[in-house]
Nanobody
Framework: VQLQASGGGMVQAGGSLRLSCAAS????????MGWFRQAPGKEREFVAAISRGGAATSYSDSVKGRFAISRDNAKNTLYLQMNSLKPEDTAVYCC???????????????WGQGTQVTVSS
C-alpha cells in the first residue's frame, strides 16, 4: 500500500488548509480511510475516518465541526478540509487505510510520509 499525503503548510490561527492523500492501489475503494496526526512528544491521535463509499464519517471531538473528510474513489484520493485551524492542530498528519469494516482506530495503519501542518497564533 502506498499513500502519499500532501497539502500541509503553515497557516495562521483561523485559517484553512486542504490535505490530500493519493493511493496507488486500485483497491482504494475497498478500504475505509482515515486521517491521524501526531504532535511532537505526543501519541498518535485519531482525527477522522470515512466509509468505503463515503456516506459515513467519524470525527474526533477536537475537530468536529471544523474538519471535513471526503474521498473520490474514481481518483483514488482522500481529502481533509480543515477550517478554523487552531495552534493545537499543529502536527504531522498521515492518511491511513483500514481493510477491516470497523471504526476502531487501531485498525487504521498509516502508510507513507505524512504532511506537516503548523498553525501559528
Amino acid at each position: 500500500v502506498q499513500l502519499q499525503a500532501s497539502g500541509g503548510g503553515m497557516v495562521q490561527a483561523g485559517g484553512s488548509l486542504r490535505l490530500s492523500c493519493a493511493a496507488s492501489e486500485r483497491t482504494f475503494n475497498n478500504w475505509r480511510m482515515g486521517w491521524f496526526r501526531q504532535a511532537p512528544g505526543k501519541e498518535r491521535e485519531f482525527v477522522a475516518a470515512i466509509s468505503r463509499g463515503g456516506a459515513a464519517t467519524s470525527y474526533s471531538d477536537s475537530v468536529k465541526g471544523r474538519f471535513a473528510i471526503s474521498r473520490d474513489n474514481a481518483k483514488n484520493t482522500l481529502y481533509l478540509q480543515m477550517n478554523s485551524l487552531k495552534p493545537e492542530d499543529t502536527a504531522v498528519y498521515c492518511c491511513a487505510a483500514n481493510t477491516k469494516l470497523t471504526w476502531a482506530p487501531e485498525d487504521y495503519h498509516c502508510w507513507g510520509q505524512g504532511t506537516q501542518v503548523t498553525v501559528s497564533s
